[in-house]
């Protein structure tokens, strides 16, 4: 009955161009394999989407994100979607901002207000709230792998990172904190617990690898803090740099690459010398994950073996910032200089703005985001033989200048970028697309729910919580039957860099068999079907609640007879059915 239910809404929804995307292609990329990049997926199913019924109308330019987009297609004689509906705009800027979906009188609401400002107000109310909070810290902590590494110290900086968003802490003085951070205890410091979590397990009796009561290996974390620095606020890769040089294995992948040396990475990675983590001794015994973190160490040895790479080449261990060449002031402390260079060169607010770019709009300017080649981004200057890497390279620099100009505000970027008719074009493009238009944001990418953002939508709509909101835990909790759920999601164990979602054959099976969607569109326990059921005996007012609760809209006419039919059939059966389909449409899915 339940699979019978699926097909016959899918079925309903062909003659409805509007809303609604054709079966035969809306679970097609659930089945088909792992793409390339994330607007692969995205572009595969955007395409599946039914074409608006009215024609575009011109967009409105908001900004100079929009002078931008708007422009290029302009001149290149590329059509744009229209700007989306109601519906689809408040349902997407939930998610993208907070990771939650609306509630249905959130739903009514919003499309009732006459407001000409709606949107805007909407932005600023979602921007900074306590749901944009617990999404973006999550990411963070994503981003930053905090796990068992750091062991309860993750807690701590857990309740620091959110207290920083909240505050919209200057996103380059949060970064240096991070850096330049010591203390006797990362249980009390939270600053610390990044570096913490990089710390590489040494082997025991070797001097190489510092003090045998360490038990870290020294220049193997300093390795590894360079590596996720570079890429998580350079956006930069400079893992094979750390190995060998560029030239000779770089030069199909990336030109500013090859020109670095894996001398270049030393003395980067000689900023962080004579930082020591140590762990702490109880009962004479090490506690990894419990770490005293100072500058008392010894200067970079860049001849030592190393646990994870070939030994080190040998060379100049003086610190060197790797963009720049710039030497630090004599004096200061070195990771101090570190991070005043890494926040005040260019690249920094560059890699900035294109990671939350890409997490807003389904792709980088510079795609991937961690992957920049500092040669190809200038259309004037580019080495022969390489295609300009950015998109939109004025663009990209635009919304750096604007990023500092804010005193380096991730809530003023949020805004800006949500602000713009480029975010909110809709997904559904109303003429012949080509595959020449997918980086001129034509229309609006979607994406995949992350395995957190899924879990917290199925509890919302079903009125069914867990033991947890997934998008508030400060590493992830869950267990059995559930983590089963979450893994065929992406949930990240943070042992690696977080995954994008992406589809896979086990995501349907998962949705359709799970106790974790099954057990909660019961009408047991309080369940949102419970609850409709003993509050309405009309059951067109059931259908219409249970759509809106879970994929934020009224049904179509078509959808309400199908669903009708099943509820005048059989009552309770019929409502847990329509839930149990509605949460098994890829509509539910992605952030349609």
């Not at 939930?94 to 609401?109: K, N, Q, W």
């Not at 610190?319 to 005040?344: I, Y």
């Not at 998008?471 to 992830?476: K, Y």
């Amino acid at each position: 009955m339940k699979l019978s239910l699926l097909l016959s809404l899918l079925l309903s929804c062909l003659c409805f161009a509007d809303d609604t995307p054709k079966p035969s292609d809306a679970h097609a990329p659930l089945f088909r394999p792992k793409a390339n990049t994330v607007s692969r997926d995205s572009e595969r199913l955007t395409a599946s989407l039914p074409k608006p019924l009215a024609p575009s109308k011109p967009v409105a330019r908001k900004n100079f994100i929009d002078d931008e987009v708007f422009g290029r297609m302009e001149r290149d004689a590329v059509p744009s979607a229209p700007v989306s509906t109601d519906i689809e705009f408040l349902r997407r800027l939930r998610l993208d901002l907070t990771g939650r979906i609306p509630t249905s009188a959130e739903v009514r609401d919003f499309v009732a207000d006459p407001s000409s400002n709606k949107r805007a107000v909407l932005i600023d109310k979602l921007t900074g709230s306590p749901e944009f909070v617990d999404k973006w810290a999550y990411f963070f902590m994503d981003v930053l792998r905090a796990n068992g590494k750091m062991a309860r110290g993750h807690t701590l900086f857990h309740y620091s990172l959110k207290e920083s968003l909240a505050a919209d802490r200057p996103y380059d003085d949060w970064v240096r904190s991070l850096i330049a951070a010591s203390a006797k205890s990362n249980y009390v410091v939270a600053a610390v617990n990044p570096i913490v979590r990089e710390h590489v397990e040494g082997k025991s009796g070797e001097a190489d690898h510092g003090d045998d009561i360490t038990k870290v290996n020294q220049l193997d974390t300093h390795d590894e803090l360079t590596i996720l620095y570079g890429k998580v606020f350079l956006g930069i890769n400079l893992s094979c740099v750390s190995c060998h040089n560029g030239r000779g294995h770089l030069e199909k992948i990336n030109a500013y690459l090859t020109t670095q040396k894996r001398s270049d990475f030393f003395q980067q990675a000689a900023f962080l010398a004579g930082t020591r983590y140590i762990p702490h001794l109880e009962k004479s015994a090490v506690v990894m994950g419990h770490f005293l973190v100072d500058d008392a160490g010894a200067s970079y040895n860049t001849k030592a073996e190393s646990m994870l790479r070939t030994r080190r080449s040998g060379g100049p261990n003086t610190p060197k910032f790797v963009l720049s060449n710039e030497l630090p002031a004599p004096g200061v402390e070195p990771r101090v200089e570190f991070g005043r260079m890494l926040t005040s060169h260019p690249q920094f607010a560059r890699a900035t703005v294109n990671m939350f770019w890409a997490k807003l709009m389904g792709i980088g300017i510079v795609d991937p985001y961690d992957e920049f080649d500092l040669l190809r981004l200038d259309p004037e200057k580019l080495p022969p033989g390489w295609d300009l890497q950015p998109s939109h390279p004025a663009l990209l620099e635009k919304l750096a200048d604007s990023f500092r100009a804010s005193n380096h505000s991730i809530q003023s970027l949020f805004k800006l970028i949500c602000n713009s008719s480029a975010y909110q074009l809709s997904a559904r493009y109303p003429g012949e697309w080509k595959e020449s238009y997918a980086r001129y944001y034509a229309r609006k990418y979607i994406r995949m729910l992350t395995a957190e953002e899924l879990h917290d939508a199925i509890a919302d709509s079903t009125s069914r919580p867990g033991k947890f909101v997934a998008m508030q835990v400060s590493v992830p909790q869950a267990k059995g039957e559930l983590k089963s759920f979450m893994s065929a999601f992406g949930e990240s164990n943070r042992g690696g860099p977080p995954r994008t979602p992406s589809p896979s054959p086990l995501q349907p099976i998962t949705m359709m068999r799970s106790p974790v969607v099954n057990d909660r569109v019961l009408a047991v326990k309080d369940s949102r079907v419970q609850r409709l059921l003993d509050t309405y005996p009309d059951n067109a007012k059931v259908v219409d609640e249970l759509f809106l609760a879970t994929i934020s809209r009224l049904p179509l006419p078509a959808e309400r007879q199908v669903a009708l039919d099943a509820l005048n059939k059989n009552r309770v059966e019929g409502a847990q059915n329509l839930q149990w389909a509605l949460l098994n449409l890829v509509e539910f899915l992605y952030n349609l």
